[in-house]
């Protein structure tokens, strides 16, 4: 569901409209790779879902799982993908 948030402070002047800006709400998926309490790989990668959905990833495969690395960019958790076999997988 797309909606918009007025951003304009104290209405609008000279007859022109208030800013507005586009958010989503009711996520369906929520994959936060900066929150590393959400990554774990003890033998399966799983990433877990941050939304109510609750569609968390999974990676059993060694060859084919990303990389956790904490501190990888600008001091934040990324995950990192090789581009040619990594991949997750959702239970349906």
Do not use: C, E
Request: proline share 3%; charged share 15%.
């Amino acid at each position: 569901m797309l909606r918009t948030r007025d951003r304009s402070r104290g209405g609008t002047s000279g007859g022109g409209s208030a800013a507005t800006i586009p958010f989503y709400v009711d996520a369906i998926l929520w994959h936060d790779a900066s929150d590393a309490s959400s990554i774990t790989d003890t033998g399966t990668f799983t990433w877990l879902d941050k939304s109510v959905s609750g569609y968390h990833s999974t990676q059993s495969t060694s060859g084919n799982k990303p990389v956790s690395t904490p501190a990888g960019l600008n001091g934040l958790n990324t995950v990192r993908f090789d581009g040619v076999d990594d991949f997750l997988t959702m239970a349906s």
